[in-house]
C-alpha cells in the first residue's frame, strides 16, 4: 500500500470486535480510525469500555481510543475509507445499507446481507473472483458491502475449497462449536457448563446454504451443530462423497499444494494444515498459527467406501470472523487499492 489506508470497526467491544482491534492495532495496509459500541458506552475509553475475552493481553495501543457512536459524517471527517462491521444482524440491517449508501466500504460478519445475490460471501482461499460482485453494487461509483461466512461454514469452505477440483456430491458434518460464538456475554453459564446442546438456532440452514454459495457447488448437505462448553474454536467432523474417488494421499496433496490467497498479510503460508496425529485437532490449538488463529488445522482422515472423512478446527472469531473480515479487505486493497489513493 502507498499508505495506510484508515479504517472503523462497528461493535468493537464484542467478542468479534475485540479480535478486529487486537489484529488492526499493527496491522501493515489498515490504520484503526473509529471504534463504535452500544450508544452507552460513547465517550468511555476503549479499556473502560471492554470487557476483554481473548486470551492474550490488549494491546497498548487500543487501551486509550475513544468509544464513539456510528456518525456517518464523523467518521467521513476522521479519513474512514473501509467499515468493518461486527454489529448483530438486526443492527446492521439497517446500519450497513446506508453505509453503503455513504460510499464506505463495508465488510461485515453480520448474516443480514449475506444472501443477496450481489453481495459476496468471501474467502479469499475459496473465491477470489465473488469480489468482482462489488462492481454490481456500483463500486467505484458507490460503496459496497462484502460478507463473511458463518464462522461453522469458514472452516468447512477453507478446507473443502482444495477438494473442489474431486467433484464434491454430499457433505455430512457435525460441529462441536464453542461458546464464543455466540459472542459476549452469550449463552447462561447456568445453560453451557458441564453441558453440551444439541441446537444452534439458524446455524445448520446457514451452513447448508453458504457453502454451495461460496463453492459453487450443489451437494447435498447434511449438518448438526452442537454447543460445546470450550471457550474458543469450531471443531468439525466432516464426510465427504466426492464424484472422483480421490485417495487420502490425493486429498493431503491438495492441501499441502493450495496457494490461493498468498500475497495478503492475514493469509497463512498454508491455509490448511494436516496432521496425522490420532488425538488432532483440538480446541485448544484454536489460537495456533501465523497469523494466530488463521490456519485451519485437519486430522484423521478416513476412507471408507469411496467417502472421505476428517476432523477440522476453525478458530471462529479469528479466521471465522473478524480475521477473515481483514483478510477480505486485504484482498480488496490488493486488487483495486489504486482507487483508494
Ligand atoms: N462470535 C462469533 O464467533 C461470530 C462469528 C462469525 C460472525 N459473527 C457475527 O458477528 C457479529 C458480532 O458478533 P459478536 O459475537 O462479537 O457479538 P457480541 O459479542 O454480542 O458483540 C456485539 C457488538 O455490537 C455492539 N452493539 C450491540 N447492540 C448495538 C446497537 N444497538 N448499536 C450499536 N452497537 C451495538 C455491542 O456493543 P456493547 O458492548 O456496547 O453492547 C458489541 O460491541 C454478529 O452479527 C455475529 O452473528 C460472530
Redesign the pocket.
Known amino acids: 500500500m502507498k499508505k495506510k489506508i484508515k479504517v472503523a470497526v462497528?461493535?468493537?467491544?464484542?467478542?468479534?470486535?475485540?479480535?478486529f482491534l487486537w489484529m488492526l492495532s499493527s496491522h501493515p495496509w489498515f490504520e484503526l480510525a473509529y471504534i463504535?459500541?452500544?450508544?452507552?458506552?460513547a465517550g468511555r475509553t476503549y479499556a473502560q469500555?471492554?470487557?476483554w475475552v481473548l486470551p492474550f493481553e490488549m494491546p497498548e495501543a487500543i487501551e486509550q481510543m475513544t468509544?464513539k457512536?456510528?456518525d456517518i459524517d464523523a467518521m467521513k471527517l476522521a479519513g474512514v475509507r473501509i467499515v468493518f462491521?461486527?454489529?448483530?444482524?438486526?443492527?446492521?440491517s439497517e446500519?450497513e445499507p446506508q453505509l453503503r449508501s455513504a460510499g464506505f466500504y463495508v465488510f461485515?460478519?453480520?448474516?443480514?446481507m449475506r444472501y443477496e445475490e450481489d453481495v459476496p460471501i468471501l474467502i479469499p482461499e475459496a473465491n477470489t473472483g465473488s469480489l468482482s460482485l462489488i462492481m454490481k453494487q456500483g463500486f467505484p461509483r458507490t460503496g459496497f458491502v462484502v460478507t463473511?461466512?458463518?464462522?461453522a461454514t469458514?472452516g468447512m469452505a477453507t478446507a473443502m475449497a482444495p477438494l473442489r477440483k474431486f467433484g464434491i456430491k454430499a457433505i455430512h458434518a457435525s460441529t462441536y462449536q464453542?461458546v464464543?460464538?455466540?459472542?459476549?456475554?452469550?449463552l447462561s453459564s447456568f445453560d453451557i457448563t458441564d453441558n453440551t446442546i444439541p441446537f444452534i438456532n439458524g446455524e445448520e440452514e446457514k451452513v447448508e446454504k453458504e457453502i454451495k454459495k461460496i463453492l459453487s457447488i450443489n451437494p447435498e448437505v447434511y449438518v448438526y451443530c452442537v454447543r460445546v462448553p470450550v471457550m474458543f474454536g469450531?471443531l468439525e467432523t466432516v464426510w465427504i462423497d466426492f464424484e472422483q474417488k480421490p485417495s487420502i494421499d490425493d486429498i493431503i496433496q491438495a492441501w499441502e499444494e493450495s496457494t490461493e490467497a498468498q500475497g495478503l498479510p492475514s493469509t497463512p503460508v498454508h491455509s490448511v494444515v494436516y496432521k496425522s496425529d490420532s488425538t488432532f485437532p483440538q480446541h485448544k490449538y484454536a489460537f495456533w498459527g501465523e497469523p494466530k488463529g488463521m490456519v485451519v488445522y485437519t486430522g484423521r482422515l478416513k476412507e471408507k467406501n469411496g467417502a472421505i472423512g476428517f476432523t477440522l478446527l476453525v478458530n471462529?472469531?479469528v479466521k471465522?470472523?473478524?480475521g477473515?473480515s481483514i483478510q477480505n479487505a486485504e484482498a480488496f486493497a490488493a486488487q483495486y487499492g489504486d482507487l483508494l489513493f
Open positions: 462497528l461493535g468493537s467491544t464484542g467478542a468479534v470486535g475485540q479480535v463504535t459500541a452500544s450508544a452507552t458506552k469500555s471492554v470487557h468509544v457512536e456510528l462491521s461486527a454489529l448483530p444482524a438486526n443492527v446492521a446500519a461485515s460478519n453480520a448474516a443480514s463473511n461466512a458463518n464462522c469458514t464453542s464464543s460464538g455466540a459472542g459476549y456475554p452469550g469450531h471462529n472469531i471465522g470472523a473478524a477473515g
